[in-house]
Structure formats: C-alpha cells, structure tokens
C-alpha cells in the first residue's frame, strides 16, 4: 500500500491544473509569461479566476495526498513521504516532460494537514510581504524562511517534520533562485502586471 500511494501522491501532484485551465481560455501558459506552469503565472496570464482555481487545485492535491496517506498508514514517516512525493510530482510533472511548478501551493497543502499551525503562520508573513513589496515570489521565499522556524518552535519534539520542513523549504526556495536574481536586479514582476512576454 505504501508503494502505492507514492505513486499515487507522485501522479496527483503532477497534474498541471494550471495549464490544464488556461489552455480551456486558449492560452499556452508555458509559452506565456514567466512560462512557468505555476498559479502564479496563470493569475498574470489567464485571469484571477484561473489562477485562483488552479492555486486552490494545487493546494489540494498535497492535501489530498496526506490525507488518504494518514488514513490508510500506519507510520508518521510514511505519510510525511507520501506528502514529498506529492511536492515532487508538481514541480517534476510526468505531464509536463518532468517540469513544474516552484513547489509552494502543493507544499502548502501537505503542511496545511501534517503542521497546520505552523503553515498559517508562514502565510501570514506570505501574505505582510505581499502587501509591502507586491512580488508573489518574494512573499514566497519570505514565507519558505519562516515556515520551518516556526516548526522548530511549535513541533521541537518532532525531528522528523523539523527535518523534512527545513527540506521542503530549501528545495522551494531553490526553485526560486531565477527569481531572486531579478529581485537582486530589480527586475522582478509584480503582481497585477501583465505576463505576456518572457520575463528575462
């Protein structure tokens, strides 16, 4: 069963809801915008709706994927792999010749089950830094800095997620290295500004 639901969680993550909802508006999202087959890039190139339903799809299947895990396994060490696998398939699609998205929405539903507190707080400090700066990427990043901190200081007897926070977060933040290049040199998008060109 285990096996199973590894790949299960691996197949689930990697379907690109993004792309999938804007190619229903005619739009080719990986040759749009940042061509990134994330939310994000789906809020700047087909429209609010489309990114908000994608961003709440991708939030979903990391839960789902635990969920179902922490249903039918036994040991916690499991289900937390069945949550990494999920974050895999969505930034290492099968669908998408093993490309995807920068891993925080899927991320964000594997913790929303497994360290809820400690995931809405990471979303408060997501949500201060879009506020102040109005980049989703460095909100992200902000909010990846401080998600494992604050397992640390809530879940300090669990090692396990302590260790596997700090993974997540790091390969997250990883995945954001273009982006924090341009917000070194200033050329970040912000939000509400139009993705039809390749962002440099």
């Known amino acids: 069963m285990f096996w199973i639901l590894l790949i299960f969680a691996y197949l689930l ?31 700047r190139c087909a429209g609010p709706f489309v990114g ?18 922490d249903l039918l396994l036994e040991p916690i060490w499991q289900v937390y792999l069945v949550g990494v696998f999920a974050i895999l398939g969505h930034t290492k ?3 998408l010749g093993f490309k995807g998205g920068k891993a925080i929405a ?7 089950y497994i360290a809820t507190w400690p995931i809405l707080m990471a979303a408060v400090i997501f949500a201060i830094t879009l506020l102040l700066w109005r980049m989703v990427s460095l909100a992200s990043i902000m909010g990846g800095i ?22 997540v977060a790091a390969y997250a933040i990883w995945r954001h290295r273009g982006n924090i290049e341009r917000i ?5 998008q912000k939000i509400f500004e139009k993705g039809k060109k390749r962002v440099k």
């Open 184 to 188: 070194r040199r200033g050329t970040e």
């Open 146 to 167: 401080a998600f494992p901190l604050f397992v640390l200081l809530t879940d300090f007897k669990n090692p396990l997620l302590i260790l596997i926070s700090f993974a």
């Open 106 to 112: 899927t991320s964000s539903g594997v913790f929303l």
């Open 13 to 43: 993550g990697s379907v690109p809801f993004s792309v999938i909802f804007a190619n229903m508006k005619g739009i080719n999202l990986l040759e749009c915008g940042s061509r990134n087959p994330g939310s994000t890039n789906a809020f």
């Open 52 to 69: 908000t339903a994608a961003l709440i799809c991708d939030i979903l299947k990391g839960f789902l994927a635990v969920w179902i895990a």
């Open 93 to 95: 699609s099968l669908f």
